[in-house]
């Protein structure tokens, strides 16, 4: 900002000195506020639906950062906010999932100090649902190496996967993870996701067949015959 001293020398996203952020100037106009309001999202058959934001408050300021929500005709403030700062950029969330099913607007609202060295600045606002799911073959061949097609979607914290003892492997931490069935039978795989303190889990059958076997018979003139399996060779 252009008071020196005071708020960030970078934006939050992509973190560079040519970038953009919001703030409030502190100087000669203490205690004001200033509202910046998202636009109007519609929260039917969401699942559990949250925001985040990078806030820059100083070490040493009375600055606030608040999140407010308009909500069936009335607001409802703070459900969440920040009165402290480090000097650097930080990143704070909120929990929109109370508000499921209706239409709401979120307002964050900024409160400078009571001196010029207290520039509250906000940048990178991301609103998101938190779902989990994912695809792969219903039917797999032993031996078949196939890598799960993740479709969760959300701020996901960390994945985990479970495919049984006979695969290899038995589980992953990866977003995407590969995977190799070695015995034949029904398999449970299963998804479990983590984001914004919510645990979300997604499950499919895969059915695991052995390697089929092919067999050719033909007679020639002469009497002989010969038949070819999955084993022949040359």
Known sequence: TPTSGTGPSMDFIPGNSNGHYAYLESSGCGLNEAHMLLPCMDLSNT??????????????????????????????????????????????????????GQKVVVRIRAVNGQTGLGDPAIDGIVVTDISAGFTMPDTLCIGDAVQVQNQAQGLIQNYQWSFGSSATPPSSSMEQPTVTFQAVGNVQVQQSIVGHDTMLVDNRQVTVLDVPQVAFSAGFNGGLSYTFDGSATG
């Open 47 to 100: 699942t559990k639906v949250y925001g985040s934001y990078g806030y820059h408050l100083d070490a040493n300021t009375t600055s606030s950062i608040h999140v407010d929500v308009f909500s069936q005709g009335q607001w409802h403030k703070d459900i969440s906010f920040v009165d402290q700062g480090n000097g650097f950029w930080e990143r704070d969330t909120f929990d929109l999932s109370s508000f499921t």
